[in-house]
């Protein structure tokens, strides 16, 4: 079974700097992907970035990057230029290549921009 | 509408009814999902649908039971539900082709209490 860890339950940054937000998982698969969700408080579960295992490039998306480390099974995720509107819980997920693609969410990190 | 769509947003009941839960996705996904998401605890996966065929049971109660008539929608059904069981109840959906697009995409969720 594959575990998913977000270490830090609750992390504030100030606006327009950067954050990283840490994800550790535990898995014997080799063919894999890993999310990064936000959860903003209305509660609409929105996709940030997403990593194939298979690429040693860490995606990108705007504003968001990831750091991939499939040795050390590390997936942060890092905030540039934070914004207010980034204020959210955000969720690291693992999902294996088979048939219903199961995804397997880690606990948040409740993150807070401050003006 | 668009993307997926979850009614009712909020849903009060007592342990002793029967209600149901209704998810429609708009994105012509072929694969649905069913999330139960409470305060503290990492979201749970509860069952996964893929061309109308469950995948998956992730060991739910069996006071919970899914339906998913057609690609489209996806139900679950609430009988005899206990306190424990009051949470966020997160319907998702993707297309499950085998592919590197298998992205969830999730409703905003019924808020759902049990009294």
């Known amino acids: 079974a594959q575990t998913v860890t977000q270490s830090q339950p609750e992390m504030s940054v100030q606006e327009a700097e950067t954050v990283t937000l840490s994800c550790t998982y535990d898995?014997?698969?080799?063919?894999?992907?890993l999310f990064w969700y936000k959860q903003p408080p209305s509660r609409q579960m929105i996709l940030v970035i997403r990593q194939e295992a298979y690429k040693q490039q860490n995606a990108t998306e705007n504003r968001f990057s990831v750091n991939f480390q499939k040795a050390a099974k590390s997936f942060s995720l890092k905030i540039s230029d934070s914004q207010l509107g980034d204020t959210a819980m955000y969720f690291c997920a693992f999902m294996k290549r088979a048939a219903g693609n199961m995804l397997t969410f880690g606990g948040g990190t409740r993150l807070m921009v401050k003006p | 509408e668009t993307g997926v769509t979850q009614t009712p947003r909020h849903l009060v009941m007592g342990m002793t009814n029967k209600k149901s839960l209704k998810c429609e996705q708009h994105?012509?996904?072929?694969?649905m999902y069913w999330y139960k998401q409470s305060a503290k605890k990492p979201l749970e996966l509860m069952f996964v649908y893929s061309l109308e065929e469950r995948v998956e049971n992730n060991s739910v109660p069996s006071r919970f039971s899914p339906e998913c008539p057609n690609s489209s929608h996806l139900f679950l059904h609430l009988h005899t539900l206990q306190p424990e069981d009051s949470a966020l109840y997160l319907c998702?959906?993707?297309?499950?082709?085998?592919?590197?697009?298998?992205?969830?995409?999730f409703g905003p969720g019924t808020r759902l209490t049990v009294l």
């Open positions: 898995t014997s698969e080799s063919n894999y992907y």
């Open positions: 994105l012509g996904h072929n694969a």
């Open positions: 998702a959906s993707s297309q499950d082709s085998g592919g590197a697009t298998d992205t969830q995409y």
